[in-house]
């Protein structure tokens, strides 16, 4: 039986942890690979008449924030900041923030009207949303016969 109470939950929120071993030197010393990532985790929901998609994006100025919709695809990418003080008044004892560059590409499940897509930037969250394009293809059209 593991001797830490939460290893479980962390199998389940990253089951290749076990293999990603961190090698204990002086240089990376009480660093760990806790819930860094250099992917904003985002939610993708439907509304009857767009797509709306939330990425967490704390700390980081909107300015620095690049959004790109080709192929049916959004790209969400940018970059954080550097890090604080710590790095000043001496060494890191815990380092779990990310601040690398980042990138995320989401593949949209249906079309949508690129003309009229929209961005806001509340509380460290990106919203996009993407009004949805009527799918033709489910249209039925009678063909008249001569």
């Not at 001797?3 to 961190?22: L, Y």
């Not at 620095?64 to 890191?92: K, S």
């Not at 980042?102 to 990106?126: C, E, M, N, T």
């Amino acid at each position: 039986m593991p001797s830490d109470p939460f290893f479980h939950m962390k199998i389940i929120q990253n089951p290749m942890g076990p293999f990603q071993e961190v090698y204990r030197t002086e240089e990376n010393e009480g660093k760990e690979m806790v819930g860094e990532t250099a992917t904003p985790l985002v939610d993708i929901y439907e509304q009857s008449d767009a797509l709306v998609i939330e990425a967490d994006l704390p700390g980081i100025e909107p300015a620095e924030v690049t959004v790109r919709l080709a192929d049916n695809q959004v790209t969400i990418e940018g970059q954080r900041g550097q890090r604080g003080e710590g790095q000043e008044a001496g060494h890191y004892l815990r380092m779990e923030r990310c601040f690398e560059d980042f990138r995320r590409i989401i593949h949209l499940p249906f079309a949508v009207d690129p003309q009229k897509a929209g961005a806001s930037y509340r509380q460290g969250v990106l919203i996009l949303r993407f009004p949805k394009i009527e799918d033709r293809r489910k249209r039925t059209i009678k063909i008249e016969i001569k």
